[in-house]
């Protein structure tokens, strides 16, 4: 188990472009409206805090892995169940 709290934040990112707007990385996107020839707004659509298992399964759902928070797929502390092991 973990006492640790995690954020899910969804963005809306809405574009405006006098061309078909070509979608390639978050850093182009920041480019092209701030210097670039689009204008862009983002909206910030929800904001939820997660507990361990509720972040473990979004990083899975993301393809990530539950390790990069040092987590378990169980949304444990890897620390804490290496612990417990011993």
Same mark, same amino acid.
């Given at each position: 188990?973990?006492n640790r =709290?995690?954020?899910?934040?969804? #963005?809306?990112?809405?574009? #405006?472009?006098?061309? !078909?707007? =070509?979608?390639?990385?978050?850093? $182009?996107?920041?480019? &092209?409206?701030?210097?670039? &020839?689009?204008?862009?707004?983002v909206i910030?659509?929800?904001? =939820?805090? #997660?507990?361990?298992? $509720?972040?473990?399964?979004? #990083?899975?759902? $993301?393809?990530?892995? !539950? ?9 444990d502390d890897? &620390? ?7």
């Amino acid at each position: 188990m973990t006492n640790r =709290k995690f954020h899910r934040t969804v #963005l809306r990112v809405v574009i #405006l472009s006098e061309e !078909p707007y =070509k979608f390639h990385d978050l850093e $182009q996107v920041n480019h &092209d409206i701030t210097e670039g &020839d689009c204008s862009g707004e983002v909206i910030q659509l929800s904001a =939820k805090v #997660l507990d361990g298992k $509720q972040a473990a399964r979004a #990083l899975r759902q $993301q393809a990530s892995d !539950p390790s990069f928070f040092q987590l378990t797929n169980q949304g444990d502390d890897i &620390d804490e169940e290496t612990t417990n092991r011993s």
